[in-house]
């Protein structure tokens, strides 16, 4: 969009994202007075949907559509965005703010606005799993199971995450898998499986040092087991992973059958216990807005 151009932006709000009380009415409305923008905002019912999205934009017919909250809400928008030559945005809001991390977009609200509507465009894939877009990190096993425990609890942020983790760490058995990409097949036991568009979850924990958002590949990230220094590995260090606990290639597809039904989330969404997993990349399918390199 050319610098002068009066834009159309809807920013859709998930009140219930996070654990902070920040007015986004106020504060985006006072951030876009005097610009010459238009702003539009939708705050998100309980429950919602896609389709919800897409009557706004048809509404409104939008430049942009501004995700105001966490992993989960930018997941909504981009289900509605993604057959439309509309650029999609972020205003981190959620309890973890994972993509917003990868794409260095930051928590204070004033900044990620001045991104939102002056930041640079760069297609990013995403990956159709199963029947569901993934943008960030998908997976089975461990993670998904704490994701999991994690709803159920009170507390929410990294505290949260934490004690939903040591919980699961006693009751997680190894799951027996099947691992078909379009490079190879293996079989494995495991922990946890990642599909990993993104590089680091959004406890900032990096699970895939190798990931490109734009490259057309996923990474296939293989927990064999949960130990503290592959933890602290993917927290502090980012020294190459142990390969007799950690293994990661990269694939345009996949298919993940495991023996027994195991948990598994998208996007720290839980979604269920399941057998199969098939996966396939969606190269450059949505355009987001960045900070400027």
Known sequence: MQTGTHLKLLFV??????????????????????TGHAAFLFTLPYPCHANMVLEKIAEHQPNRVIAVGGDGTLKLVVEAVIDKNILVGLIPGGSANGMARELNIPVYAEKALHIAVNGRHQ?????????ELCIHL?????NAFVVKTFESFNARGMWGYIKAAWKVAWRNPRMQVAIASDTRFVQRDAAMIVLANATKYGTGAT???????DDGLFEIVVIKKIALSEIFKMMISHKPYDPQKTELFKTSGVQVQSKRKVHFQVDGEYLGKIHT??????PGAITMILPDE
């Open 138 to 142: 998908s997976d089975i096993g461990f």
């Open 13 to 34: 709000i998930n009140p219930r994202a996070g654990n902070n009380n920040t007015d986004w009415d106020t504060v985006i409305r006072e951030h876009i007075a005097g």
């Open 277 to 282: 997993i098939e996966a396939k990349i969606l």
């Open 207 to 213: 699970i895939n040092p190798e990931g490109i958002l």
């Open 123 to 131: 297609k990013i894939d995403l990956i159709r799993v199963n029947d």
